[in-house]
C-alpha cells in the first residue's frame, strides 16, 4: 500500500510538472531595436524543453543572455539543441553570449548566429540539411575540429577567433563560395593545409591567422581574387611561399 501512495505521489508530480511545464512562457524582457531580450532562461542538460513556449515567437532577433549588467539577468543555455531550437523557430538572428553552452545543434534557419563566449566543443551539423546561416560567430570557445563546417554552404563571415583548433585544412573553405571573413586568430594552429586541389574563393577579402603557431605557410594553389588582408601576426613562421602573386591581385597587407 505504502508503494502504492508513493507511486501515485509520484505520478501526480510528474502530471503537475507536465502541467506546469506546458505553461512554461518565455517573455521578451526588453525589446529595443526589434530585438528580444529573455533574461533568466535556464536550459540544462535535463531540462525537457518540449514544455517551452516562446509566445514572443513572431520576434525575428532574439538574445540570450548577459546583455544588460544588471545583476540576475543571465541566462544557462547548456545544450541549444534541435528540440529548443523548434520552439523559437521564426528566429533569424540569434544571440547567445556567456550562457555556458557546451552543445549546439546548429539551427538551419537561422541566417546570423552569435554564441561566442561559451564553452562550445559539440556544434553538430546535419549534413541532410540545407543551411541558410550567412554570419557565424564562435568568437571564444573550445573548439577543435571544423570539419563539419563545411556543410555551412552560404556562409560569408566566420569568426572563430580564440579557440583549440590545431589544424585547419583549407578544403572546408571551398564548400563555402560567398566567404568573405574567415578569422582563425588566436587558436593552436601548427599546420594549415592549403588542401588538395586548387580553392578558388572568389569574395574572399580578409583571413585572420595571426597568434597562432604556423611555421610555414603554402598558398600556391589558392586563387583569392578579392582578399586585400591576409595577417600572420604573432606567428613563428619561417617560410612564406607566396609565389604566384597573380592569386591575389588585390592584396594590400600580408601582416607578418
Ligand atoms: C592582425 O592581428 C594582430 C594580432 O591579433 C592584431 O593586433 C591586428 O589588429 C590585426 N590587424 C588587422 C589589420 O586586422
Ligand atoms: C611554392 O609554391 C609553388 C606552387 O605551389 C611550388 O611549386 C613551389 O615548390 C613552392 N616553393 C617552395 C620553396 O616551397
Same mark, same amino acid.
Given at each position: 500500500m505504502a508503494k502504492y501512495g508513493v507511486l501515485t505521489l509520484a505520478t501526480v508530480a510528474t502530471l503537475c510538472g507536465l502541467v506546469q511545464a506546458r505553461f512554461s512562457h518565455v517573455a521578451c524582457q526588453v525589446v529595443e531595436n526589434k530585438w528580444?531580450?529573455?533574461?533568466?532562461?535556464?536550459?540544462?542538460?535535463?531540462?525537457?524543453?518540449?514544455?517551452?513556449?516562446?509566445p514572443d515567437d513572431r520576434y525575428e532577433k532574439i538574445r540570450i543572455g548577459q546583455y544588460y549588467d544588471f545583476v540576475n539577468t543571465d541566462s544557462t543555455v547548456v545544450v541549444f539543441s534541435g528540440e529548443l531550437?523548434?520552439?523559437?523557430?521564426?528566429?533569424?538572428? !540569434?544571440?547567445?553570449n556567456g550562457v555556458r553552452m557546451v552543445g549546439l545543434d546548429v539551427p538551419d534557419t537561422v541566417l546570423e548566429?552569435?554564441?561566442?563566449?561559451?564553452? !562550445?566543443?559539440?556544434?553538430?551539423?546535419?549534413?541532410?540539411?540545407?543551411?541558410?546561416?550567412?554570419?557565424?560567430?564562435?568568437?571564444?570557445?573550445?573548439?577543435?575540429?571544423?570539419?563539419?563546417?563545411?556543410y555551412l554552404n552560404m556562409l560569408e563571415e566566420l569568426d572563430l577567433s580564440?579557440?583549440?583548433?590545431?589544424?585547419?585544412?583549407?578544403?572546408v573553405f571551398s564548400f563555402m563560395p560567398y566567404i568573405r571573413v574567415i578569422n582563425i586568430a588566436r587558436n593552436r594552429l601548427f599546420s594549415a593545409s592549403a588542401g588538395s586541389g586548387v580553392i578558388s574563393l572568389g569574395y574572399l577579402e580578409e583571413a585572420n591567422l595571426a597568434e597562432n603557431q604556423l611555421?610555414?605557410?603554402?598558398?600556391?594553389?589558392?586563387?583569392?581574387?578579392?582578399?586585400?588582408?591576409?595577417?600572420?601576426?604573432?606567428?613563428?613562421?619561417?617560410?612564406?611561399?607566396?609565389?604566384?602573386?597573380?592569386?591575389?591581385?588585390?592584396?594590400?597587407s600580408v601582416l607578418l
Open positions: 528580444c531580450t529573455v533574461q533568466r532562461l535556464r536550459i540544462t542538460a535535463r531540462t525537457d524543453v518540449r514544455g517551452l513556449v516562446f531550437f523548434y520552439r523559437m523557430r521564426r528566429v533569424r538572428y !540569434l544571440q547567445m548566429l552569435d554564441v561566442a563566449d561559451n564553452w !562550445l566543443s559539440r556544434v553538430y551539423i546535419d549534413p541532410e540539411k540545407s543551411y541558410a546561416v550567412r554570419k557565424l560567430i564562435m568568437r571564444n570557445n573550445l573548439l577543435t575540429s571544423i570539419g563539419s563546417f563545411k580564440d579557440n583549440m583548433l590545431h589544424t585547419v585544412n583549407f578544403d611555421t610555414k605557410l603554402d598558398v600556391g594553389v589558392w586563387l583569392f581574387p578579392s582578399l586585400r588582408m591576409l595577417n600572420l601576426t604573432g606567428n613563428p613562421i619561417k617560410r612564406l611561399n607566396l609565389s604566384s602573386q597573380q592569386s591575389f591581385p588585390r592584396l594590400k
